[in-house]
C-alpha cells in the first residue's frame, strides 16, 4: 500500500538508547485504537501502527488493518506505487488480491496468504482487488530495513496458505506461524536482521498460551475477533485494540470467550528513521535521492 506521495516537511526520528534486557514476563505497556485513514485510490482501513497515538515501534513503521463486505470500500484498489527501504508483509484473511510490479512479477493473494516483499532499492507495484463482491480482510505491516540493506535488490517471498503451518503449543490454541518459530514450529519466511516473529493466533473460549519472545525485542498484540487478555497481570483487550509489551521473556494470552489476534515481535534496528510517503531511508538526503531516481525511472 502507498502511505502516498505528499510535500515535505521530512520526519527525521533518532533512535532511542538500547534498553537493558528484561527477564521475567510481559506487561502492556501501552494499549489503543487504530485510526480510520485510507490509501491507494480511496482504500478505506484502519491505520493501527503509523498514527500520532503510536507513530512506529522499531522496527516496525505501519500496520494497516482493512476489512468491508462494501466492494465500494475496495474496489479501487492500490494502483502503481513505489517503495524503497523496507519491507511490505500483506496478510490475507479474505478476499483476492492480484500483485503486479515494473519487473514483470505477478501473482495472486488469497484468503490465508501471505507476500512478505523487500522493496529495497526500489520497486513499482500495483495491488488491486480481483472480486466485485464479498469480504475483503487483511493486514499490511511496513517493517524497516537496516541501514546496510536498504538498497538491496528486490524481493519477493509468497507463502499460499497451505505452506504456513499451524502449531497447537497448548489446549484450545492454534497458531499459524509466519515468521520465527512457536511450539517448535517455523514458519516459511526467511527474514534478516530484525528477526521477526509473525504468528496469527487463535484462542478457543477457556485458553490461554504463554509466548516465549527474546528479551529485547519491540512485540505487539493485535485483536481481530473476539477479546482477549495480554500480559501479566492480563490487561482486557477487545477487538480492535493494540497493546504494546513491556520487555521480557514470555506473554501470556488467555480469552474468556474466544479470539483471534496477530503477535507481532522484532529486533530493534536502533537507526535514524528518515520516512516520507512511500520511502523509508536513514537521512533527508537519501530521501531527496529517491524522490530523484523514482522521477527519474531509475527504480
Known amino acids: 500500500m502507498t502511505d502516498a506521495l505528499q510535500p515535505p516537511p521530512l520526519r527525521v526520528a533518532r533512535p532511542a538508547a538500547p534498553a537493558a534486557s528484561a527477564e521475567g514476563p510481559r506487561r502492556v505497556a501501552w494499549s489503543g ?3 480510520a485513514a485510507s490509501d491507494g485510490a480511496g482504500v478505506k482501513l484502519t491505520r493501527v501502527i ?26 479501487a484498489g492500490f494502483p502503481d506505487h513505489p517503495h524503497r527501504g523496507f519491507e511490505t508483509v500483506t496478510y490475507m484473511l479474505a478476499g483476492r488480491m492480484r500483485h503486479r510490479d515494473n519487473k514483470g512479477n505477478e501473482g495472486l493473494l488469497t484468503a490465508g496468504s501471505v507476500q512478505w516483499m523487500t522493496a529495497g532499492r526500489g520497486i513499482v507495484h500495483s495491488e488491486m482487488p480481483e472480486q466485485e463482491e464479498g469480504l475483503m480482510q487483511g493486514f499490511q505491516l511496513w517493517l524497516n530495513l537496516p541501514a546496510k540493506d536498504k538498497m538491496t535488490a528486490p524481493r519477493y517471498q509468497d507463502i499460499a496458505p497451505e505452506a504456513i503451518p499451524v502449531a ?29 516473529l509473525y504468528v496469527d493466533i487463535r484462542l478457543e473460549p477457556g485458553a490461554s498460551l504463554d509466548v516465549p519472545l527474546t528479551s529485547g525485542h519491540n512485540a505487539f498484540v493485535y485483536v481481530y475477533e473476539g477479546a482477549a487478555e495480554a500480559g501479566e497481570p492480563g490487561q482486557a483487550l477487545e477487538r480492535g485494540r493494540i497493546a504494546v509489551l513491556s520487555d521480557g521473556t514470555s506473554v501470556r494470552l488467555a480469552s474468556k470467550d474466544g479470539a483471534r489476534l496477530i503477535l507481532v515481535a522484532g529486533k530493534p534496528l536502533r537507526e535514524p528513521v528518515a520516512k ?11 530521501l531527496r535521492q529517491a524522490f530523484a531516481d523514482y522521477q527519474a525511472g531509475l527504480f
Open 168 to 196: 497447537q503449543p497448548a489446549p484450545g490454541v492454534s497458531v499459524k506461524v509466519i515468521a520465527g518459530e512457536l511450539g517448535g514450529v517455523r514458519g516459511p519466511v526467511e527474514a534478516g536482521a530484525t528477526e521477526p
Open 50 to 75: 503509523g498514527q500520532p497515538a503510536l507513530a512506529d515501534l522499531d522496527p516496525f513503521l505501519m500496520l494497516d488493518e482493512f476489512g468491508s463486505d462494501d466492494p465500494t470500500a475496495y474496489i
Open 276 to 286: 516520507y510517503g512511500p520511502f523509508v531511508m536513514n537521512t533527508t538526503d537519501e
Open 33 to 35: 485504537r487504530g485510526m
